[in-house]
């Protein structure tokens, strides 16, 4: 009897340690965002970085949106800080901003700030890959509110194009290939795909969310942060020596678009600097553009 | 129901809600070979990690005692995407320590650099393979791929 006292607490002791040290050991640790990023940021009095830290949340429901006068009504707006539940709602948004017959067009602008090369090539095709990139992307939203055109082109920071796709079920540019377009929807070409995966990988619970005024916008911000155990190349540059990966998405929270996503690194030395930034531009389009309709008559070459 | 059952129920379910509570689901790919070269026994390694943000691929080369040298004579870390273009290739030459026991070298890519990022379509795979060197004198080359 006595035996098995001690044994039952020893082993819920037991079992709790070898999960925690499991967790603990995992190859790379996301961490809330609040403590980590902004105590390894230098130079800034300790004062306020506490604040900072112990700075409060936003409440879930009860967020009551600004407003510069006190005489309009004020409007309560759901900002949950739930990943989940943000991804449900943007989904929705974006989808209610969006998602009407016709065609979508959406450009990302993409920049590196880190030191390295501009171009890769691939030694077993000759391919380039630019560093810095315009990927630009034209989906055409059918009467049934189906995708059933995706028109994907890239190019370089100069022109220089490296990527051309088209998936398409429409009469006028048929492919051979359109399985792409099966599961395709606009909250994913937006980058909701990302936090799907961050959903996925169990990771909901370990991203930062926060709702901030920017440029008389409202705007939500998602942080996920990757911690390395010794520092690591970032990107293809060798000497990155970096020892966390902070990646921000902005989206606007009234529409559901996304605004931009910041890539910040911090390299073992605690320095900190953007690695990275994307700009996003979404907007209907009621007429093609010449060249694009080109494009497509040379591509949509399957009839 | 007796105590003894009770308690145990009481324990299963308590390292159940812990390991729940802990549970991560990252795609990770990690294999490994071994063998000997004059008398030294050694281990090639190699890894690929999915991670929300990006991806993570790894190059380890061990041995139990020192070795000449020990590394590799070419490591590759690249993504290929569904429309048969890479979205990041990052090569490495041959790269040794020398009377060593260990080398190791690894590269992260942001999600920026993968195929959704770049191409707007998905991976075929994400890979890390190449040569694994072992030499006491004469230079044994291990071939190792982690690919998912």
């Not at chain 1, 967020?63 to 006190?70: E, K, L, R």
């Not at chain 1, 998602?99 to 000759?126: A, C, D, H, M, R």
């Not at chain 1, 810095?132 to 994907?152: G, K, S």
């Not at chain 1, 936090?195 to 969310?209: N, P, Q, S, V, Y």
Request: aromatic share 10%.
């Amino acid at each position: 009897m006595l035996s098995r006292k001690i044994s039952i607490p020893l082993i819920i002791i037991v079992a709790t340690v070898v999960v925690l040290v499991v967790s603990i050991n995992q190859p790379f640790q996301r961490a809330e965002a609040i403590e980590e990023q902004e105590l390894a940021v230098p130079q800034q009095p300790t004062q306020e970085l506490l604040q900072a830290v112990h700075e409060e949340q936003p409440s879930i429901a009860d967020t009551v949106a600004p407003t510069s006068d006190p005489d309009l009504p004020s409007v309560r707006v759901e900002e949950p800080t739930d990943l989940v539940r943000v991804n449900e709602i943007l989904k929705e948004k974006i989808n209610a901003s969006l998602l009407q017959p016709g065609w979508v067009q959406v450009t990302k602008e993409y920049i590196s700030f880190i030191e390295s090369e501009e171009t890769t090539t691939v030694p077993e095709n000759g391919q380039v890959i630019p560093r810095d990139y315009i990927l630009e992307q034209w989906l055409l939203v059918a009467e049934d509110l189906t995708i059933t055109v995706q028109y994907i082109r890239g190019t370089s920071l100069s022109g220089e194009e490296y990527t051309t796709t088209l998936y398409s079920k429409d009469p006028r540019w048929p492919t051979t290939e359109t399985t792409a377009l099966d599961t395709l929807d606009l909250p994913s070409v937006l980058e909701t795909r990302a936090l799907d995966d961050i959903i996925a990988m169990g990771f909901a619970g370990e991203t930062k969310i926060e709702y901030i005024d920017e440029e008389g916008a409202r705007l939500m911000t998602i942080t996920t942060i990757t911690q390395f155990p010794r520092p690591i190349g970032f990107n293809g540059w060798e000497d990155a020596r970096v020892m966390e990966y902070a990646q921000t998405y902005f989206y606007d929270w009234e529409t559901g678009l996304p605004h931009r996503m910041e890539e910040l690194i911090t390299r073992e030395d605690g320095t900190q600097m953007l690695a990275g930034v994307s700009v996003y531009a979404v907007s209907h389009v009621d007429e093609l553009p010449m060249d694009l309709v080109s494009r497509l008559d040379v591509m949509g070459g399957v009839r | 129901m007796n105590q003894k059952k009770l308690n145990l129920i009481i324990v299963v379910l308590v390292m159940l809600l812990l390991t729940l509570t802990h549970l991560k689901n990252v795609d990770a790919y990690t294999t490994s070979l071994s063998g000997s070269t004059g008398g030294v026994s050694y281990t090639a390694y190699k890894s690929v990690l999915i991670l929300p943000g990006g991806y993570y691929g790894q190059v380890e080369s061990t041995a139990v005692s020192s070795m000449g040298r020990i590394g590799i004579s070419y490591w590759t870390f690249d993504q290929k995407c569904t429309n048969g273009q890479w979205s990041f290739y990052y090569n490495l030459g041959g790269t040794v320590n020398l009377n060593s026991t260990y080398f190791m070298r690894d590269m992260f890519y942001s999600s920026s650099e993968g195929c959704y990022g770049k191409f707007g379509v998905s991976t075929t795979y994400t890979r890390s393979t190449g040569n694994h060197e072992f030499n006491m004198g004469t230079p044994v080359y291990r071939f190792l791929e982690a690919k998912l």
